[in-house]
């Protein structure tokens, strides 16, 4: 009789083979992200973008988030799946705002929870996971001895929502120690692996519009923002 190891290691096996055929583009500024294509990366900051999104959402004083320091990127890719390009502003503190050709609100998100004088958004991505667009922040919260650098992941949803998929930590720096993850991306789930940690299969669930664990309860509160609480641990 097959034993639950066994069970798990022939699906994993079995999901890579089918995710086999989707050769992600290299990304350089998210080594830990596999499986997109048509990809579009941004690490450029820019002063403007935050300023741009004062608009939306409010400035946040530095004293209470350090975040807020850093300046905002910005970048034009298809991120709602039409034929048209958007623009994606995003900042640590004041949030991500995804606007149209005619600067009108397409969806957005409120900002993170302040962590520490490393507090920053370091990329924005969207690209392709088995042909759903999706948007990519690669952030870092902490401090410079202690923080986590992870990945948020979202997609367009309704009434101007732009849905948290997916949270993961895929670095973790105590003082000089690193510790690496991954997420592969595979049809309908993706692969998580925590740093130091074992891998765990996750499932696209089309009511929570999220990537679940199995057996997780579905949950549409839709907590923004990379929380302690919410990292997904093994």
């Given amino acids: 009789m097959a034993t639950m190891a066994g069970i798990r290691s022939a699906l994993f096996a079995a999901l890579l083979g089918a995710g086999a055929c989707q050769v992600g583009t290299e990304v350089p500024a998210v080594p830990w992200l596999h499986g997109m294509t048509d990809v579009a990366v941004s690490e450029q900051a820019n002063d403007s973008v935050t300023r741009r999104l004062d608009e939306w959402s409010p400035a946040v004083d530095v004293d209470e ?5 850093y ?14 390009k958007e623009t994606v502003l995003a900042s640590y503190a004041q949030g991500i705002v995804v606007l149209d050709g005619e600067r009108r609100l397409v969806a957005s998100t409120p900002g993170y929870r302040c962590g520490g004088t490393a ?12 042909g759903d667009r999706t ?6 919260t902490g401090g410079h001895r202690e923080a986590d650098t992870w ?9 101007k929502r732009l849905d948290p998929v997916f949270t993961g930590v895929v670095e973790e720096r105590r003082g000089d120690r690193v510790e690496q993850g991954a997420v592969h991306m595979l049809p309908g789930a993706l692969i998580y692996t925590p740093p130091g940690r074992t891998p765990t299969l996750w499932f696209w669930n089309p ?9 997780h309860p579905v949950d549409d509160s839709h907590d923004d923002g990379p929380r302690d609480e919410t990292f997904p641990q093994t």
């Avoid at 905002?72 to 048209?84: F, N, P, Q």
């Avoid at 948007?135 to 870092?140: D, F, K």
């Avoid at 009511?207 to 057996?215: H, I, S, T």
Wanted: some cysteine; overall charge negative; hydrophobic content about 55%.
């Fill in 135 to 140: 948007l990519v922040i690669v952030g870092t």
């Fill in 119 to 130: 507090d920053e958004i370091q990329a924005v991505v969207v690209g392709s996971a088995f």
């Fill in 71 to 84: 300046p905002g990127i910005e970048l034009t890719a298809d991120v709602a799946g039409s034929t048209r």
């Fill in 207 to 215: 009511v929570a519009r999220a990537y679940l664990l199995p057996g």
């Fill in 65 to 69: 988030c350090a975040g807020a320091a």
């Fill in 151 to 159: 990945l948020g992941m979202f997609r367009v949803g309704f009434d």
